[in-house]
């Protein structure tokens, strides 16, 4: 995933007009994004997404748990509504792309938090973590993967944390186990409220009937997102730690709850928004089964802590219910 994205290149520092619309051009080609102004409506943003399913389904799926839902209109290529954006654009643009419609967000990144992040953007930002690494979005926050974090894909405005740039990612065939075993390593984290984890990518059942390992801090995948988080709270460690758990502990449960008519309800859902369940090289059944994999795998660690009697106790306030998918 690119580290540029359409709501950071709305700064006032990038703009340039032209012909009422203002254009922003993204350093890495081809993907362009385009703040479109006129009469006729408020200022939106218009963007031809090179993988436009990916960047729809990880958004929706991100709406189900109280995140802002970016895109409202899908467009595809030669039809009248995307000619007619297209047309307001006034510069030569990629052919074929898909148009996606979506909403204008100002605000500020977490790099520019300093230290006043609130404990309300620690939950929310501990509920994308598990979000991210249910669609194998890996390069935004340091949970199932090592690195500082690219908090330039996620934004604060007022009390609403918003990630944008948002995608989906199938993992290679060959690499598909060692991202279950990470997935599975940070749900125990989370699930156990950091009580549990291994220090090597073994199935869970057979972690928990041998040793268990107290790791360090970095090995923790939470610990490790709230260590780079800290630089950007205002908040003492321990009471990051325990509000990014929160969030992320809910929304985990939340997905953990999801029965089989969630799945073909979100699948027609997608479909409704998008009028097709196929794009150029891209394929909604096959982001559907990823889910149903990554659901499978998540179900089968609660069920294996609550035998072995790992599982954190939750009260009914900390289980996520998401929002009507009908």
């Known amino acids: 995933m690119s580290s540029q994205n359409p709501i950071e290149a709305l700064q006032p520092t990038q703009r340039r007009r032209r012909r009422g619309s203002i254009h922003f051009a993204d350093h890495n080609a081809p993907k362009s994004v385009w703040e479109i102004t006129g009469p ?52 030569p643009v990629p052919q074929g792309r898909v148009v996606l419609e979506m909403a204008l967000v100002t605000g500020r990144a977490i790099n520019n938090f300093r230290q006043t992040g609130t404990e309300s953007a620690a939950q929310q930002l501990g509920a994308l973590a598990v979000l991210d690494a249910v669609l194998n979005n890996t390069d935004r926050l340091p949970t199932i993967t090592e690195h500082e974090g690219n908090w330039t894909n996620i ?101 953990i709850a999801w029965k089989e008519i969630d799945f073909d309800k979100f699948h027609r859902e997608i479909v409704k928004k998008t009028g097709a369940a196929t794009f150029p090289g891209e394929n909604l059944d096959d982001y559907i089964t990823h889910l149903r994999d990554v659901h499978g795998q998540l179900v089968a660690v609660r069920n294996s802590l609550q035998r072995h009697s790992y599982l954190r106790r939750v009260s009914a306030r900390e289980v996520f219910s998401t929002v009507d998918m009908a």
Do not use: W
């Not at 963007?47 to 895109?71: D, H, M, V, W, Y």
């Open 155 to 255: 934004l604060e405005t007022g009390t609403r944390i918003v990630p944008i740039d948002n995608q989906i990612t199938l993992p290679d065939p060959e690499a598909k186990q060692g991202y279950l075993d990470r997935l599975t390593r940070l749900a125990e984290d989370v699930l156990s409220d950091g009580e549990l984890c291994g220090p090597t990518p073994m199935p869970t059942v057979k972690r928990l009937q041998g040793r268990v390992a107290r790791l360090g801090r970095l090995s923790h995948p939470m610990e490790r997102l709230v260590t780079a988080l800290l630089p950007h709270f205002s908040l003492q460690e321990d009471e990051l730690e325990r509000s990014v758990r929160v969030g992320a502990r809910r929304t985990l449960f939340g997905f």
């Open 40 to 91: 006729d409506k408020p200022p939106y943003v218009a963007k031809l997404a090179t993988r436009p399913l990916s960047e729809i389904f990880s958004g929706l799926l991100l709406s189900k748990f109280n995140f802002q839902q970016l895109i409202y209109g899908v467009h595809k290529p030669g039809s009248d509504s995307a000619e007619q954006i297209i047309e307001r654009i006034h510069s």
